[in-house]
């Protein structure tokens, strides 16, 4: 019979290659014991005990002292680089958000709303990368492979060369990799793989930081492109760790109302190409199609003579969109006035309304404000700050603003226009869409003067944009 103490000493002995740590699961940040709040996010009662292992087997870390004795430094001026082959997924819009294609050897996330197209984006990339007879693994954890060809029947035909597989267990997923050896992979969703080697949930903070790391080495490994799904939360951000963007190559976001048609494809880091772009799709019965002119998209509906309507335009990346924005005012019923932004900062709202009182004489004090960015886009750009004010004015005065006029600038603290970038881009886009005369800074006037068959406008402040209403 085994004494006491010696039951003590194995127990003791089994618990020491683990320990016990708190993640929070809205940022993913590591405490020793549980807080309230959250130091790094500053959200409340998100913290989850969850045990990791301690230590890596000696067999393991002998292994690392072996490979790292094989590295050593080397000057930054030696290093030899080539430019990198993208693979086109013939699909522009994504094409242009991932900077030119994908990279094989990447890791890819792209997270979104439930609903919003995520899985049917991805279905159709390995549809077009299986035509150009690529190789392409579809690893699903929530669906069925019947539910997947479901899916997949609206879509057109598939080749041979797309490979379905349903699994969750990581060991079995890395074992079917290193086996089938896909050029593009697709996990769909990472918040449902779990390893047998963490004791915690599937979906926790350790199990998706645990099974990003094991695909991330598989992907540089075997020089493999994965896509990897992730579900967001009420906030926007990917459920779980955040730690999860810091690891990958990509992050795309997929943005917009999943009840409307259009859906906005938005790249937030990229280490191949550019985070300011943006690709606009229509969900289909038949899937995801493009947008080739998303101003065109933008601006369809928009009303006739009705104050309040004034059309901007805004750049994303390198692509000028024009948009509608409405602006609604009216006297208040109420001793305080409520002010309402769609789209657009409620903050900066409120600033160019008391621009409006202080430089013009507006008594909007009385007033409720209602600002909306038609199509449900949401803008931060500075640009589009002279088109709010004018849709402000246009409703306050009940005037309406010229149909055939775009307005765009920065507006400052003092009433003055500011310049903004790449007016050439948006002047030409509005001549374009075939509208007649643009309000541009008068500082932004050099660059544009050539531009003939439009007539252009520069202005200095918002008070020589009003007397142009």
Not at 61 to 85: H, I, K, S, Y
Not at 191 to 214: D, F, H, L, W
Not at 372 to 377: D, F, M, Q, T, Y
Not at 388 to 414: C, H, Q, T, W
Request: proline share 3%.
């Amino acid at each position: 019979m085994q004494s006491f103490s010696y039951r003590i000493g194995k127990a003791m002995k089994m618990a020491k290659g683990k320990k016990t740590v708190f993640f929070c699961q809205n940022c993913g940040h590591e405490e020793s014991k549980w807080l309230g709040q959250c130091p790094a996010c500053k959200e409340w009662n998100t913290f989850v005990e969850e045990q990791i292992t301690a230590a890596k087997s000696t067999a393991a870390r002998g292994r690392a002292e072996r490979q790292n004795q094989n590295r050593q430094a080397v000057p930054l001026v030696r290093v030899e680089t080539e430019e990198e082959e993208r693979v086109g997924t013939d699909i522009e819009e994504l094409d242009r958000v991932l900077g030119g294609g994908i990279v094989p050897g990447s890791l890819i996330l792209v997270g979104g709303d439930p609903g919003i197209g995520k899985s049917t984006l991805l279905l159709q990339v390995c549809q077009n990368l299986a035509r150009k007879e690529k190789k392409v693994l579809y690893i699903s954890g929530e669906e069925s492979l019947r539910q997947i060809k479901l899916r997949a029947q609206r879509m057109g035909e598939f080749t041979e060369q797309l490979l379905l597989f349903c699994e969750t267990n990581l060991e079995f997923i890395k074992e079917t990799i290193e086996q089938e050896r896909p050029e593009t992979v697709v996990i769909d969703s990472i918040q449902t793989m779990y390893s047998e080697e963490v004791s915690s949930a599937p979906g926790s903070v350790s199990q998706v930081r645990e099974a990003t790391n094991t695909l991330m080495q598989l992907a540089k490994g075997l020089n493999i492109t994965i896509f990897i799904v992730g579900h967001v939360t009420k906030e926007g951000t990917v459920a779980g760790p955040r730690v999860l963007e810091h690891m990958v190559d990509t992050v795309l976001y997929f943005e917009g109302d999943r009840h409307a048609s259009y859906r906005i494809l938005r790249g937030v880091k990229n280490r191949f190409g550019s985070t300011n772009e943006i690709g606009v799709f229509e969900m289909r019965q038949n899937g995801l199609k493009e947008v080739k002119n998303p101003s065109e998209f933008m601006l369809d509906g928009r009303p006739e003579h009705a104050s309040g309507s004034v059309v901007a335009c805004s750049m994303e990346g390198t692509r000028p969109i024009l948009l509608e924005i409405q602006a609604l005012v009216c006297e208040s019923n109420f001793g305080m006035p409520r002010r309402t932004a769609a789209g657009t900062d409620y903050n900066r709202v409120n600033l160019l309304m008391a621009v409006l009182e202080k430089r013009i004489g507006y008594r909007l004090a009385n007033y409720d404000a209602y600002v909306n960015i038609a199509g449900g886009i949401r803008i931060s750009e500075p640009a589009v700050d002279l088109g709010i004010v004018m849709a402000i004015v246009s409703s306050y005065k009940n005037r309406p603003f010229d149909e055939n006029m775009l307005v765009f600038g920065e507006v400052g603290l003092s009433g003055e226009v500011r310049a903004v970038s790449m007016p050439e881009q948006r002047v030409n886009e509005a001549k374009k869409l075939g509208f007649q005369s643009c309000i541009v800074p008068s500082v932004s006037l050099e660059n544009v003067k050539n531009i003939e068959g439009i007539k252009i406008v520069g202005v200095k402040t918002i008070n020589e944009a009003i007397q142009l209403l």
